[in-house]
């Protein structure tokens, strides 16, 4: 019974398991950047999710949107430059009017993307003392001496044939 009591703990400390920390150091930065995503597949993801049906009934129903007639009217804030949006026109003689308020950047650079061919362009842009200009083509780099409202009115080209229904987007940097 003794020599159990003596080896009792001998037994203890032989079965004990320590657990060996070993310190690996990583480069937490080098793991983000081997997994970021180059800027054509977020292209490609945001794509996916702008053509899914929630993101339509969200351009349809609006965020910032409101339809008059034949008129699509959008509304941003110049410090949310640059952004990118989407819509559709799905009648003839549609017009998009893009409301940016508080526009003050020396440049826009606008465009518009189509997936298909569709006829058409940057028809008018107001100034904020309500001067208005154009029409322009599909891309447009816009000096903007003024401070304040600028509106991007776009449309069918009305010199051109072509389809005007579809979908479309409008960047401005």
Known sequence: MKKLIFLLP???????????????????????????KTSDEKINQDSLIANSPAVEKVLDEGVNRSTDKNEIIRT?????????????????????????????????????ETKNPMNIRVNQIKYPDG????????????????????????????????????HFSLEVE
């Open 10 to 36: 001998f037994l203890l400390i032989a079965c004990k398991k320590d657990t060996t920390v070993i310190s690996t150091t990583t480069n937490p930065d080098s793991v983000l950047v081997s997994n970021q």
């Open 76 to 112: 941003a804030v110049g410090s949310m430059l640059p952004f990118k949006i989407g819509d559709q026109f799905t009648e003839d003689n549609q017009k998009l009017i893009l409301k940016i308020k508080n526009v003050s950047k020396p440049h826009l650079k606008i465009s518009i």
């Open 131 to 166: 001067s208005f200009d154009g029409p322009f083509g599909q891309t447009l780099k816009l000096d903007t001496p003024q401070k304040g409202e600028y509106w991007i009115i776009i449309g069918k080209s009305l010199m051109a044939d072509g389809n005007s229904k579809g």
